[in-house]
């Protein structure tokens, strides 16, 4: 091996790094959410998720997958997922078409009723760097995590009374977003006009 072989590589090694720096630095990488994804922008994310997932513990799911479970999961579900993840037998949201990636529809089509338990629970809890999908930690409690797991889990079986509690009150992005500023004006209705301005 002489040393033209390893200058090759450094220099080769170099290149790579300058191109990979002109390729942001020129502002060639997307950026709108509109954009069309980087060259093995998905592919990478996925492997590098699923690779450090199987590195990972794989608990036994906390609650038993019954109605009054999958009940008070409905109640975390329509309060922190619907507005991206949607209603079973409603359009996906404004804010769910402006995302990128799109969060998957949890009650259409497989969703992640072909997931582990434990995969769920995880990315619940911890979230999934630059995609949108927030971590719950410490927001939501490890039951209440594990009671919409196996709300998910199960979306492809759920019975009426648990359909009834998710689509039950203020499940709309606006009403949502309403509810959590202490107003939530029921389904349907306008908001109700500020009548007292507040006086300086
Ligand atoms: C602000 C939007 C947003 C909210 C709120 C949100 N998610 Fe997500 N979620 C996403 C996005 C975007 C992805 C896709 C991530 C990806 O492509 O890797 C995702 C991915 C997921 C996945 C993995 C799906 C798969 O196919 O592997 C699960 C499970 C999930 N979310 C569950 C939830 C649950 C349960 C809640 C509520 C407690 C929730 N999410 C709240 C945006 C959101």
Redesign the pocket.
Known sequence: MGKGFVLGIVVGILLLVGCVYLYFSWGMAPVATSAKPMPFERKL?KTG?QAYLDKLPHPQPLVPADEPNLIAGAK??KE??A???GLPGEPKSV?SKG?F????E?FHGIG?TD?EPWE?YW??ENG?RM????G?KGQ?SEKEIWQ??ML?KNADKITEAVKKELLAGNSTPMAMAMDDMGSAPAKGTKPAKQTKPTKK
């Open positions: 994310a998720l975390v579900y922190q997922c507005t991206c993840h804010v995302m990636p799109a969060p998957p949890l992640v997931d769920t990315k619940v999934i995609t949108g999908m927030p719950f939501l919409v797991t998910v």
